[in-house]
């Protein structure tokens, strides 16, 4: 029960430094590993309660003190079994919360790129067009005119973003 203890507590840890893929998989394996404690302990303990009654004529009278404190210790282990399980789920959950978490900046992060290139795309989708009575085709500085447009849209948003601290 105090390797289920530390082992609970190193992955809590590790998950909070860094949540990786492969932590999911070790939670899984101590969750299974103490469903399988409390299965026999859900057993073990009754018969245990049985014996420490005296209710087998095979077992001694002095003896039975001795059978009361295994089945008090073995309470004990099931009633941790159940504690750590309610550990492992917690810890599941807080994976899963680290993982969305992230995962929340990477699409923010993207969102904001997609935002910022929306407007830029548009004037260059204007500009690329091929008529022939555009005005600014046939101006010196219409190439120039262009890329500033989209630069002073690129800054404007970045401030914006950076003021809503978004950025």
Same mark, same amino acid.
């Given at each position: 029960?105090?390797?289920?203890?530390?082992?609970?507590?190193?992955?809590?840890?590790?998950?909070?430094?860094?949540?990786?893929?492969? @932590?999911?998989?070790?939670?899984?394996?101590?969750?299974?590993?103490?469903?399988?404690?409390?299965?026999?302990?859900?057993?073990?303990?009754?018969?245990?309660?049985?014996?420490?009654?005296?209710?087998? +004529?095979?077992? +001694?009278?002095?003896?039975?003190?001795?059978?009361?404190?295994?089945?008090?210790?073995?309470?004990?282990?099931?009633?941790?079994?159940?504690?750590?399980?309610?550990?492992?789920?917690?810890?599941?959950?807080?994976?899963?919360?680290?993982?969305?978490?992230?995962?929340?900046?990477? @699409?923010?992060?993207?969102?904001?790129?997609?935002?910022?290139?929306?407007?830029?795309?548009?004037?260059?989708?204007?500009?690329?067009?091929?008529?022939?009575? @555009?005005?600014?085709?046939?101006?010196?500085?219409?190439?120039?005119?262009?890329?500033?447009?989209?630069?002073?849209?690129?800054?404007?948003?970045?401030?914006?973003?950076?003021?809503?601290?978004?950025?």
């Amino acid at each position: 029960m105090d390797r289920y203890d530390e082992d609970l507590d190193d992955l809590e840890a590790k998950i909070m430094a860094d949540p990786h893929p492969s @932590m999911l998989e070790q939670i899984f394996d101590l969750k299974r590993s103490l469903q399988r404690v409390r299965r026999v302990a859900v057993h073990q303990k009754e018969i245990l309660q049985r014996l420490s009654r005296g209710e087998f +004529d095979l077992v +001694d009278r002095n003896a039975l003190p001795f059978y009361r404190d295994v089945y008090d210790h073995f309470v004990r282990v099931a009633d941790l079994t159940e504690s750590y399980r309610d550990l492992v789920a917690a810890v599941l959950e807080m994976y899963l919360s680290m993982q969305s978490q992230r995962l929340n900046e990477v @699409m923010k992060v993207l969102t904001l790129i997609s935002t910022i290139m929306l407007p830029l795309t548009f004037v260059a989708g204007v500009y690329g067009m091929n008529f022939e009575f @555009m005005p600014e085709l046939h101006w010196k500085y219409g190439y120039v005119f262009a890329l500033s447009l989209m630069g002073l849209i690129t800054a404007g948003l970045i401030w914006y973003f950076k003021r809503k601290r978004w950025l």
